[in-house]
Nanobody, 130 residues
Framework: QLQLVESGGGLVQPGGSLRLSCVAS????????IGWFRQAPGKEREGLSS????????KYADSVKGRFTISRDNAKNTVYLQMNSLKPEDTAIYFC???????????????????????WGKGTQVTVSS
């Protein structure tokens, strides 16, 4: 059973940066597309980015395009989300999620939807505040 654990969250000032990590155990990530989501209080979970199993295809939500970068190191069973130019509205709990896909560079057309992913971590809190 695939398990995901996020880390790297914390308190950062506006304009600052954080790098989130999503570490998998129980299975290799070689055949999983990974997505990053976030959920702010009172809001729905929002899809931010997704990366195909080999890293050749990446998707970003408009809200983070140009500021966030997704990457992966399958040898370390880890996916990263580099977050730059953080804003107070980026404050949320950040989750990673996995979808088993046999095509190595495929990302679902609905990559931004929670229903596209079967496995979820418990999240890490990111707070952007001065």
């Amino acid at each position: 059973q695939l398990q995901l654990v996020e880390s790297g969250g914390g308190l950062v000032q506006p304009g600052g940066s954080l790098r989130l990590s999503c570490v998998a155990s129980g299975s290799t990530l070689d055949y999983y597309t990974i997505g990053w989501f976030r959920q702010a209080p009172g809001k729905e979970r929002e899809g931010l980015s997704s990366i195909s199993s080999r890293g050749g295809t990446k998707k970003y939500a408009d809200s983070v395009k140009g500021r966030f970068t997704i990457s992966r190191d399958n040898a370390k069973n880890t996916v990263y989300l580099q977050m730059n130019s953080l804003k107070p509205e980026d404050t949320a709990i950040y989750f990673c999620a996995a979808a088993f896909l046999s095509s190595p560079d495929f990302v679902p057309t609905t990559w931004y939807s929670v229903v596209s992913y079967a496995y979820w971590g418990k999240g890490t809190q990111v707070t952007v505040s001065s």
